[in-house]
């Protein structure tokens, strides 16, 4: 598990040059990879660990099909954006080596929506659920609660 404080600065660290950084996304972005990742303890899935089998990757385990569209239907149409992400190869596996793209990326999937983050913890917990795991996803808002909560208290 990534020490929380350190989680904290990647964060605020990689949304400034997108200008998308504020207290409720940095929560937010928090509660997914507390939730999706264990707070990175895993960064894919696969059986040669013997952990479930699927796509997903990086500390926030976004799909590359997820990630695939969020170029081609978003970011395509939002040039800006692109110009101030961090520079490099453009594939989803690297989203498990580099936290800063990982955070990018994340934060900007969650741009994408035109309702505004929550400013409070239940509505945040709410907000992830609707919109990353959505309501086909097995994470529950219980289950997000308590890994928030166990990052957190992470040293």
């Not at 990689?14 to 999706?36: C, F, G, H, M, R």
């Not at 955070?103 to 917990?125: H, M, N, S, V, W």
Request: charged fraction near 25%; avoid cysteine.
């Amino acid at each position: 598990m990534i020490a929380i404080k350190h989680f904290r600065q990647i964060i605020r660290d990689a949304l400034d040059p997108l200008k998308l950084y504020s207290v409720k996304a940095e929560e937010l972005l928090v509660i997914t990879a507390a939730q999706e990742s264990l707070g990175g303890t895993y960064l894919w899935q696969n059986d040669r660990l013997g952990f479930p089998k699927g796509p997903a990757l990086g500390v926030y385990q976004m799909e590359p099909a997820t990630y695939k569209d969020l170029f081609v239907n978003f970011l395509s149409f939002h040039e800006q954006l692109l110009l101030r992400m961090t520079p490099g190869p453009d594939k989803p596996e690297r989203m498990v080596y580099d936290l800063y793209y990982a955070t990018q990326i994340a934060r900007l999937y969650y741009y994408r929506f035109k309702e505004a983050i929550p400013e409070d913890l239940e509505g945040q917990l709410r907000y992830y659920k609707k919109y990353w795991n959505t309501e086909l996803g097995k994470a529950t808002i219980a289950e997000a609660r308590k890994n928030y909560e166990r990052f957190l208290q992470a040293a």
